[in-house]
């Protein structure tokens, strides 16, 4: 057996391990590290979600949540005010996640990269303020009584159902992000992240893919938002305000920008670091700025071993002249 | 038939005038070299050609149509390809996928395609495979394939970025100075598949040189630039005895 056959062949005992464990967690575990795991997986799916932005494509995007709130504010509202049911609501969110997208990426994206930023925390905080004053949002108080969901016949009850409904979303969105990054659409992005002039120059309009990963990950995100509102039954605004944003950006950043095993490591570490250091609760912020820019100066690349990874960055490489002139 | 054709084109920078009212063109299926001193505007006049740069004033006709003001991936798209002066692939990439790029175009698989690894994705990412590997070994790269860019040595580099241009099946190929740091018999190489690249792929060839033999060697048109603007144009037997390229050239070396 060669060498990467058997490193290959490893990391598949290790996955398969890992999963299984996972499956069986739920009959060790007490209810409240079921909830604690739950919130893992969310956090798994938004930083999937965002990581196409920023680790595909290399954008930086600061108000992510936004769309997490449209997709659970979608479902709420019409899941409480007309009584939609839950499955339908999916479509209505994903399909609004994704306007809301176009219409906050196409502006911003025509200019240089960096006005991403600034536009989309600007509008992760117009979304909360938003759903703060207007009664249809149910202002400060939010959203509840948000029924329970009903999923081809079997009824969404327990922490256990909850547990084992977001493993098996966090693993589909994984591996619909595996076949995504390995496709025409993912080199693509790569490319543009890379050298936008160069990927341009071989007929790849780079506007258009840096909006269509904009638009994944807000579909993304939409989607973990509405499964977010029936799992907690009641959404308020300051669930999706700036320091959500920032929490799963620094998953992304933390696990290594890109590489999706080192994504998932990253959303885990954010919802169990906390845990660890109980003690230290309201210090946490605080320690996640601290490594977060310990991990910019000693390991840009993330936490997940090898295969480099460049920040997201701005500005062009000079067009004119030899090395950088 | 004229191929590309340059029409008063002027291009500024604040109060630098980088082109000056320049005209020319190339007819299909030839190989023509731009030459002039350090500074001249050639690669600003690449630049200008292939969208990246919007000129101040003037045409730009490509295979008969106006692509004046267009953005460079729609220019790439109707035919006309690129390498940069200072070499720019996709460093962390394999020499296969930086190829794979210039597939795009020619491709059509999205999202849902991706996520549902359809038939008709696999057929085209196999497709543009082998159309790829094919490219790579037009220029002698097959055995690298796998292997990052950015680890190539300098020679590979070059000729990766001429594999990823002609992947892109294009009507010209504008090369910015090809030839620089190569050694001797890289550079016979490098002549041979220039011209291998117009007789038979059929791509006409413009390339950006300072080593005067191999634009003698190749080029049948040459178009001399000093300061912006046309000092001569024609057969290079004639062009590089002209008096003002010969002037344009003793300066540079006098000043250094
Ligand atoms: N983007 C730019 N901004 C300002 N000046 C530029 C830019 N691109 C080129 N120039 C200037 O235009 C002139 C011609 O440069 P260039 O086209 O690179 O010449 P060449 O390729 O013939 O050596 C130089 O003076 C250069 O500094
Ligand atoms: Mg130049």
Known sequence: MTATSFRARASQGATAGLLLALFLFPRVASNYWLDVFTSAFFYVILALGLNVVVGFAGLLDLGYAAFFAIGAYTTGILTTVYHVPFLLTVPAAAALAALSGVVIGAPALRLRSDYLAIVTLGFGEIIRITAKNLTLTGSASGIYGIPRPTVFGHALKTQQDFYYLLLILAIVTYLAMRRLEHSRVGRAWKYIREDEDAAAAMGIDPFRYKLLAFVVGAVVGGLAGTVFAVRMTAIAPESFGFMQSVLILLAVILGGLGRLPGVVLGAFLIVLLPEAMREFASWRYFLFGALLIAMMHFRPEGLWPAGRRKMPQSGRAALNGGDGR | ?256
Do not use: C
């Open chain 2, 1 to 256: 038939m004229m191929l590309l054709e340059v029409e008063r084109l002027s291009l500024r920078f604040g109060g630098l005038e980088v082109i000056r009212d320049l005209s020319f063109a190339v007819p299909a299926g030839t190989i023509a070299s731009f030459i002039g001193p350090n500074g001249a505007g050639k690669t600003s006049l690449f630049n200008l050609i292939t969208g990246f740069y919007r000129p101040t004033a003037g045409e730009i006709r490509f295979a008969g149509e106006r692509i004046t003001g267009l953005p460079p991936s729609a220019v790439a798209r109707r035919g006309l390809a690129r390498t940069f002066q200072n070499i720019r692939l996709f460093k962390t990439l394999s020499a296969l996928e930086n190829v794979l790029s210039a597939l795009h175009p020619r491709t059509r698989s999205g999202v849902f395609a991706a996520l549902f690894r359809t038939p008709g994705m696999r057929r085209e990412e196999a497709w543009a495979r082998e159309e790829a590997r094919r490219a790579l070994a037009f220029v002698g790269l097959q055995d690298v394939a796998d292997r990052s860019a950015g680890t190539l040595p300098y020679g590979h580099r070059r000729l990766l970025e001429i594999a990823r241009a002609i992947a892109l099946r294009p009507k010209l190929l504008l090369l910015d100075e090809p030839a620089a740091g190569l050694n001797p018999a890289e550079k016979a190489a490098l002549a041979d598949l220039i011209r291998r690249i117009r007789d038979e792929l059929e791509i006409g060839v413009i390339l950006i040189e300072h080593d005067m033999r191999l634009v003698a060697n190749v080029s049948e048109h040459v178009v001399a630039l000093s300061y912006g603007e046309k000092i001569a144009e024609g057969p290079p037997a004639d062009v590089l005895r002209h008096p003002k390229v010969v002037e344009a050239y003793l300066g540079e070396e006098a000043v250094g």
